[in-house]
């Protein structure tokens, strides 16, 4: 499985961005998927993550009520929504699949990562 994560940029606080993660390769649909940060210098953080069906989600305290977390597996696409952004959220993002039935919280649960995308958020 190929991610292709997009949709990153710069933001003023309090606004919205939408990233996608589209797979190639395979089918999604029996793919948990979650979506991790990072600063230069710290640990990948775990934002979001949502089991293969997207009935079921999970959210770090951090984002819980700003972001959410969906999956169109027609398209083979999750997305991040992500409202009410603050500068603590500026970071880059990464979203990440595995195969299974739960959803996963820590990067080493999962199999495949996308490469990245930069989301800045300006105060």
């Known amino acids: 499985v190929q991610l292709q994560a997009s949709g990153g940029g710069l933001v003023q606080a309090g606004g919205s961005l939408r990233l996608s993660c589209s797979a190639s390769?395979?089918?999604?649909?029996?793919?948990?998927a979650g979506w991790f940060r990072q600063d230069p210098g710290k640990e990948r953080e775990f934002v979001a993550a949502i089991d293969w069906s997207g009935g079921v989600t999970y959210y770090a305290d951090s984002v819980k009520g700003r972001f959410t977390i969906s999956r169109d597996n027609a398209k083979n696409t999750v997305y991040l929504q992500m409202n009410s952004l603050k500068p603590e959220d500026t970071a880059v993002y990464y979203c990440?699949?595995?195969?299974?039935?739960?959803?996963?919280?820590?990067?080493?649960?999962?199999?495949?990562w996308g490469q990245g995308t930069l989301v800045t958020v300006s105060s």
């Open positions: 390769g395979r089918t999604l649909r029996n793919y948990a």
């Open positions: 990440a699949s595995r195969r299974g039935d739960y959803y996963y919280l820590t990067p080493p649960d999962y199999t495949y």
